[in-house]
């Protein structure tokens, strides 16, 4: 190898091809040394919380009685498996259709998947175009006037053509993992969309849940409503009957006039909430209202699940999509400021180009025109205030990630808290509510039989069925919400959704 001659204080002095290889090679091993380093604390994924129970109050099992025929005792089960389809166990093949069909049709799931694609591209994007060297290829064709006199010849101007091919590569080393930090919070970036697309898909099936219960509930009270005013309207033609025999006062019949039309009033109502809950449903599956289509949902075809699977709460962190996309943010933060210490350290880029250079395309790609050349390009920024400030906006925001995130767990905790307490307060109620309609269920019953036995007038009659029916409103109402609460039940716990994530395949 022949020995490379360098100028070193007005004296030329010779260093041998063994002596500048080692030097080489140092540098080259000191540039993947810093290559290999990222700027910026590791992201560590927050500590779970260390409490074992949601609330001292909150009961962590549910059994109570329920209608005849209905519904079964129900329990909070601590470490059972939070199913994916978890609407399944109300046992509906209409409400399992609907919600299947919600999911593949809903505009708000596309959107959501849309935004997805979008993190997963900006990624790729972005390590495509700093992990990989960039090629790009050229060509030029110019023509020039050369003037000798502007130097101070004394020659006649000159016309030329010159065209010139090359093919360009540059690599970004990325010495403080700048690059590299950038591609790891838009990866994060990438995770919170998809979190957040399996909370909408979550949340949807929970919307579709309880507004099928709460058409079922308004269906019903307006078939038992129905009934009360029928029954009201048999009593006041009885008791007019009697104000014209002179057996009764005029204030009885209008006190059942009053009770008649106040409950004829409610039926508008009602046909209201029904018409409103499915056109809810029909926006939800991705329909415009006009379509129609919706099922009629009735209380009877729904079976409240006798098991209720319970995550605790170290585990619902590791679980729920709101708060796995809160910590993804918290992540994308920490990336960030990553990036921003990078930018303090220096940039390295490397690039070359080969090309060709002529006065003619015929010589353009003849040996002696080639031309080449290599560029090192080192640079650190010596004043920049504006650096600093970045650095701790990033750090700030870092910190506000970190808070929200504490914020959304919270919530998340005192969520679970406040569906485990309405789950038994709610089955409570609903036992207490059936005792209540078995009992007036059977004040009617025994008010039948003295009426056959001529001991009870028919108006006595009627008015034990009509509290038998206020009662079973009561019981239709309880039961409704207490499917509704099964249900927030599992939006609580998460769903079952898969919370693996692939981004950028």
């Known amino acids: 190898m022949p020995n490379l001659e360098i100028m070193k204080k007005g004296r030329i002095t010779r260093t041998t091809g063994r002596q500048a290889a080692l030097r080489l090679t140092a540098g080259l091993a000191l540039t993947a040394l810093l290559a290999g380093c990222a700027a910026g604390p590791n992201f560590e994924r927050p500590a779970p919380p260390t409490v074992q129970t949601y609330s001292p109050i909150a009961p962590n099992e549910v059994a109570t009685s329920a209608p005849s025929g209905v519904d079964s005792a129900q329990r ?14 109300f046992q509906s093949p209409r409400l399992d259709a ?22 997963q591209e900006l990624r790729n994007a972005r390590a495509g175009s700093t992990q990989l060297p960039q090629a790009e290829l050229g060509g030029t064709a110019q023509r020039q006037r050369f003037n000798p006199g502007s130097l101070g010849q004394d020659l006649d101007p000159r016309e030329f053509s010159l065209f010139n091919t090359n093919v360009s590569v540059g690599y970004n ?42 058409r079922a509930r308004i269906a019903a009270q307006l078939e038992i409503t129905a009934s009360l005013i029928e029954n009201l309207e048999a009593q006041r033609d009885i008791a007019r009957e009697r104000v014209r025999l002179g057996n009764a006062a005029e204030d009885e019949l209008f006190a059942l006039e009053t009770q008649t039309e106040q409950l004829r009033a409610e039926l508008p109502v009602f046909r209201q909430q029904l018409a ?38 170290s585990e619902l962190v590791r679980h729920r999509p709101d708060i796995l996309a809160a910590e993804a943010t918290v992540h994308a933060a920490n990336a960030d400021y990553g990036v921003a210490v990078a930018q303090m350290y220096p940039q390295l880029n490397l690039s070359a180009t080969l090309g060709t250079q002529a006065l003619s395309t015929g010589a353009l790609f003849a040996g002696s025109s080639t031309v080449w050349n290599i560029i090192g390009q080192l640079t650190q920024t010596l ?17 506000a990630a970190t808070a929200s995130y504490k914020v959304v767990v919270l919530d998340g905790l005192r969520d679970v808290a406040d569906v485990l307490m309405a789950v038994d307060t709610n089955a409570r109620a609903l036992e207490a509510q059936v005792s209540a309609a078995d009992a007036a269920q059977e004040s009617y019953a025994t008010m039948q039989r003295r009426y056959e036995l001529g001991a009870a007038s028919y108006v006595q009659v009627l008015i034990a069925a009509h509290l038998a029916q206020q009662a079973n409103l009561a019981v239709v109402a309880a039961r409704s919400e207490r499917l509704a609460n099964s249900a927030a039940f599992y939006v609580a716990m998460g769903g079952g959704e898969s919370i693996s994530i692939a981004v950028g395949e």
Do not use: C, M, Y
Request: glycine share 6%; hydrophobic share 50%.
């Open 276 to 313: 409103e809950t499915e056109h809810l449903l029909a926006t939800l599956a991705g329909r415009a209202p006009a379509q129609g289509s919706i099922p009629d949902f009735t209380l009877a075809e729904f079976t409240l699940p006798q098991e209720l699977p319970l995550v605790v709460p």
């Open 98 to 119: 609907f919600i299947a069909e919600a999911l593949s049709q809903s505009p708000t799931l596309a959107a959501a998947e849309a935004t997805l694609r979008q993190a």
């Open 383 to 399: 004043f920049n205030p504006g650096l600093s400030h970045e650095k701790r906006a990033a750090l700030a925001a870092f910190d």
């Open 76 to 89: 909070v089960v601590p470490g059972l498996k939070v199913e994916t389809d978890w609407w399944r166990s």
């Open 173 to 214: 080393l990325d010495l403080a993992g700048g690059n590299s930090r950038a591609i790891e919070a838009l990866s994060a970036r990438a995770e919170t969309r998809q979190f957040e697309l399996q909370a909408a898909r979550l949340t949807l099936a929970g919307n579709i849940a309880t507004t099928a219960f709460a």
